[in-house]
Structure formats: C-alpha cells, structure tokens
C-alpha cells in the first residue's frame, strides 16, 4: 500500500518562504513523477509543480521564479521551496504522485494536505 506524507506547512508573513516535503513509502515499482498541487478555499484544486523522474519539471504561472520544486528519487521524496509568499498562495497544498506501483498497473496517489496560510 502507498503512503505520500507531507510535512512542513505552516503560517507565514507575506514576503516569507517554507519548503514542503513529501516522501512516498509502500510498494513502488517506479516513480513516473510526483507534484504539488493547492486547492484554496472557494477553487478548484489546481497544479502547483511536478517534476518526472527524468527531471522535467513544470510550474504554475502564478509560481514562476518564486517557487522550485526538487527530488531525491533514491529516497522517493519531492520538496517544494516556496518564496516571496503572497496572500494568494494561501492553500492546502496536496502532494501527488504518479506510480507504477506493478507491471501493468499505473496509479495516481495523494497525500494528505497541509495548510500553508500567508497573513501579516
């Protein structure tokens, strides 16, 4: 069975930063990518960042040159660097992965969602 578990959410001042972790466990063939993603209160869930194994990597617009997301494929964990924070990043932020998790079988799996909240 595959567990994504997130980490490292919180309150933030505008301007601020925080860095996401997400780490996948279970059983794992392969790892095609994995991601962020945000629903805010009000919106639909929308694609933060995701990155393939390979390292294609695509951003929203809104996240462009303050956001990176990064690997460590070895340990099955993404990270997402959040910068220059804004009151519109505030969200739960959803880790996602794309898995192969046997021959044939291809899945998509999310975490459990951690709240990041920019406020003064």
């Known amino acids: 069975q595959v567990q994504l578990v997130e980490s490292g959410g919180g309150l933030v001042q505008p301007g601020g930063s925080l860095r996401l972790s997400c780490a996948a466990s279970?059983?794992?063939?392969?790892?095609?990518?994995m991601g962020w993603y945000r629903q805010a209160p009000g919106k639909q869930r929308e694609l933060v960042a995701d990155?393939?194994?390979?390292?294609?990597?695509n951003y929203a617009g809104s996240v462009k040159g303050r956001f990176a997301i990064s690997r460590d494929n070895a340990k099955n964990t993404v990270y997402l660097q959040m910068n220059s924070l804004n009151a519109d990043d505030t969200a739960v932020y959803y880790c996602?992965?794309?898995?192969?998790?046997?021959?044939?079988?291809?899945?998509?799996?999310w975490g459990q969602g951690t709240q990041v909240t920019v406020s003064s």
């Open positions: 996602n992965a794309d898995l192969w998790v046997s021959y044939g079988n291809r899945d998509t799996y």
């Open positions: 990155i393939t194994r390979t390292g294609f990597i």
């Open positions: 279970g059983t794992i063939f392969s790892i095609n990518a």
